[in-house]
């Protein structure tokens, strides 16, 4: 049976068999550097009125779109060309792209005519250098570009204070990479390729350096504009928040989740978890648990899959052998990356058992092959299989992604049990009856405006990340028998569909899996 919003994780953990085996899965989610991406419950009112303020100047501006130069100004104009040309005197087209300030830039209303201008999106020139520019990770610390939409933390919402901070950061040696190189934020900028990005012009190709330096210093002084509008001497403490709730306490509070609620879970599969989270858990859980990361860790994305298993669960002397490599040898090159799956092979009541983790991408057409990859590991080992997932499976389904039907179907064809699969019959095979494991949409602080939702339609918004991504899989199907699926996305073992994540006290935007398996009688 699947949870109503009243039933908590705990409840029917405490009511279960000891023979049970009780799974969990959750996809933690990397850290956002951008705090303000998306919409989160927040206990604040001053965030609904900030989300809403800025929605509302966004779509209808009226006379606040005031034009660029009226927020940034000639004299920082000057004063960043004259930057350029004595830090980046390699760089060609300076003064080519000051006349686009003074001829064009200038003019343009902040809202209509800069930030929902398609042209300027199409040809990269604020997106590329703010993600290049956001946050540059540097050995034991991250260094952020004097921003509103990252974790910048000095204080800046002072416009003169800003520009001294965002000058220093873009033309003064700040970012320690390696010993014996410290670069600045100007040298992590890359040209724009018309090749790449055939709306970008032969001349704005040449210029391109000099030219998303100007668009992205005119992007930051409109956001910073836009937040002392809408929310003047309050916005900083808000951002502080969030960055605190998401951010630099996100390891503390995920941990404690896990530790707290799942604390009589047997198998807790993770998804996306940071290098340092898996060394932390293994510090954390190492007595109670096998801690098993892949032997191929990603430090760069930093999306790692993990796997606990409670110790007391395998035979004695059985010890978690690592098949990764094997089932990642059975797909063609490129469908997974190091991280995004992890396979263990170990003796459970006197039989072979292989548990996987793994983090499907984007549009969940991996999971599929990785799943069949993995039953066919299973059948080589004569081994049964418990996997937990996100599967980044959808509904509705459309071209070019993973529907919840067709992985259903799939399933029931290949034999393979799924945690939805009572809830699925039981709303007549109509996935859109089943709970959400995501619910986010973007807000209008972020760099894709074409893809931000209005606070008043995040529940029906086709843009909103609103489905079922997550699952609890075995196989063979007829061996387990699965119950009380429960979704958790409060931190505090309970389920309100409702409730977009995440939130001050859930730091991922996917709910907590779980589910309880028992061997079938034969």
Known sequence: STQSTGTSVRDVMASQDQDQCRVGSWNIAAINNNPFEYYISHDDPGYTSLMR????????????????????????????????????????????AMAVYEQDLAHRLIVSGFLKDGSLGSKRLAS???????AVECPGSTVFRPTVTNRFS?????????????????????????????????????????????????????????????????????????????????????????????????????????????????????????????????????????????????????QNSLILIRRSCLDEGSEPT??????????ANGTVSDGDLVAVLAKMGGENVIFCSFHGDTNGLATIPVVSAVLELCKQREA?????????????????RLAVDDLMEWGEANQVGSCWQEAYTAADRNPARLPNSTYNARTYLQAQLNK???????????????????????WP??????????????????????????SLNFPSDHAVLSTCLARSSQ
């Open 477 to 502: 199907r007829q061996d387990f028998t699965g119950s009380n699926t429960l979704l958790d996305n409060s931190g505090n073992a309970t389920y309100d569909p409702k409730l977009p994540i995440p």
């Open 452 to 474: 931000a939702v209005k606070m008043d339609e995040m529940e029906c918004s086709l843009l909103t990340d609103r489905h079922p991504k997550d699952s609890i899989l075995w």
């Open 154 to 302: 000095e204080p800046m919402e002072d416009p003169e204070q800003w520009w001294a901070l965002w000058r220093r950061f873009m033309f003064e040696p700040c970012l320690h990479l390696e010993p014996d190189r410290v670069l600045r934020g100007c040298d992590m900028l890359c040209p724009i390729k018309q090749a790449k990005y055939p709306a970008v012009t032969s001349v704005e190709e040449r210029i391109s350096l000099p030219l998303q330096t100007l668009v992205l210093a005119i992007f930051d002084a409109v956001l910073l504009h836009m937040m002392n509008a809408v929310l003047p001497g309050k916005w900083t403490a808000i951002k502080e928040s969030l960055t605190s709730a998401l951010c630099t306490n996100k390891q503390a509070q995920t941990s404690r989740i896990i530790r707290s609620s799942y604390r009589d879970t047997d198998v807790f599969f993770i998804q996306e978890a940071a290098w340092v989270f898996a060394q932390h858990l293994t510090q954390e859980c190492e007595d109670v648990y096998h801690v098993v990361s892949p032997e191929r860790m990603d430090r760069k994305r930093d």
């Open 384 to 400: 049964k299989l418990i996997f937990g997932l996100d599967a980044n499976s959808h509904y509705p389904g459309k071209a070019g």
């Open 322 to 331: 690592e098949l990764t490599s094997e089932a990642v040898a059975k797909l």
């Open 53 to 96: 303020g800025i929605q509302d100047m966004v779509n209808d501006p009226g006379d606040a779109d005031i034009p660029v130069s009226q927020v940034f100004s000639p004299q920082m104009a000057d004063q960043l060309a004259k930057l350029m040309a004595t830090s980046c005197p390699e760089w060609e087209g300076i003064q080519e």
């Open 128 to 134: 590329m250098p703010d993600r290049m520019t956001s």
